[in-house]
């Protein structure tokens, strides 16, 4: 009896515990989705600009950091696929935030291609579109790209850009072929000689590297193309419009995360790889240290985030001469200025 008595005892003490247990748990699953200051944390989604790369993993440091959580947010990162995809996904209500190349968004909004978005931060002063190739393609100059293969997503800023990047530049549009590919799959296909060249942002020559085994040749368009920006951070225009303090707390937050990723480019790609396992760690930090010079600018001085109304009509006059816009647009139709950091 004594001994029936004692394993009821037990049994009682490791329910209790379990229940203990379980308690605890629950409660600091419940603190972790809490702000510093207790309230419960907004979730968010958001896209990075093109896969999972160095130049993309300021988004993973200001979570890891815990940069998004102190401004409120609980932020679920996942991989965009270029401009158009990242403004396809964000009006369509799938996700709230992600960076988009301006002149890429330009394009689409005076084509009647998107709307319902705005720019709300720049993340890069000049554009990063590029061309690249790798050594023994037998490609030096814009002018070598005729008859050649080219791959990139269909809704890429680089693809999408290229008719205009092509004129100015005094390439035959109609000589040169583009194929499809995934944003992660791109150098791969370099490398492996399916296509001479592919899409891609100038920072990412340590990647290609790494990953192709050649040394990268690399055809910026901001070589024909001046005053253009960068990535720019979008929203929808229905959350910019219901919501536009917690838009800048998020902008406020994810521009921590860039200013502390280009400082500490190192730790940065070790974050990436910690929630991205296939990243290269030091492509990444590389990525990261060629980017820095384009996030801050002779434009933008010391200020992260600045977006100036009257580079952005200019950059909308250039490609409306080179009759690459059907409408006309003026800068306040794609920016939010009331939202952007102030320089």
């Not at 999972?52 to 932020?75: L, Q, T």
């Not at 909308?316 to 690459?324: H, T």
Request: proline share 4%; aromatic share 6%; glycine share 12%.
């Amino acid at each position: 009896m004594r001994r029936l008595t004692r394993s009821v005892a037990a049994a009682a003490l490791a329910t209790a515990l379990a229940l203990v247990g379980g308690c605890s748990s629950d409660s600091d699953k419940s603190e972790d989705a809490k702000a510093g200051n207790g309230a419960a944390l907004e979730k968010v989604t958001y896209l990075t600009s093109f896969g999972n790369f160095g130049r993309d993993s300021y988004a993973w440091v200001a979570k890891e950091k815990g940069f998004f959580k102190e401004a409120g947010f609980d932020v679920d990162i996942k991989p965009g696929q270029g401009t158009g995809s990242v403004i396809q996904t964000i009006t369509g209500g799938q996700a709230d935030f992600g960076p988009i190349d301006l002149t890429g968004g330009i394009l689409q909004l005076g084509n009647g291609q998107a709307k319902d978005f705005v720019a709300v931060a720049a993340i890069q002063q000049r554009t990063m579109a590029a061309i690249v190739s790798v050594e023994g393609k037998n490609i030096a100059t814009p002018k070598d790209l005729e008859g050649k293969k080219l791959a990139d997503t269909p809704t890429s800023v680089v693809r999408n850009l290229f008719p205009t990047y092509a004129r100015l530049a005094g390439i035959d549009g109609s000589k040169v072929t583009w194929v499809n590919g995934e944003a992660q799959g791109l150098i791969g296909m370099l490398g492996s000689g399916a296509v001479d060249g592919i899409g891609q942002f100038v920072v990412g020559q340590p990647t290609v590297e790494a990953v192709a085994k050649k040394k990268p040749v690399v055809l910026p368009y901001s070589n024909v193309m001046q005053d253009l920006y960068g990535n720019v951070l979008i929203t929808s225009s229905k959350i910019a419009k219901e919501k536009p303090e917690m838009v800048k707390r998020f902008t406020t937050a994810l521009l921590k995360g860039l200013e502390y990723s280009l400082a500490h480019p190192d730790e940065a790609g070790e974050l990436l790889k910690k929630n991205v396992p296939a990243a290269n760690p030091a492509a990444s930090a590389a990525e990261l240290q060629l980017m820095a010079a384009y996030v801050r600018s002779s434009n933008s001085g010391t200020a992260i985030g600045t977006l100036d109304s009257g580079r952005v009509a200019k950059s909308i006059a250039l490609l409306q001469g080179a009759g690459a816009l059907k409408q006309n647009l003026t800068p306040d139709q794609i920016i939010d200025f009331n939202l952007a950091p102030k320089a």
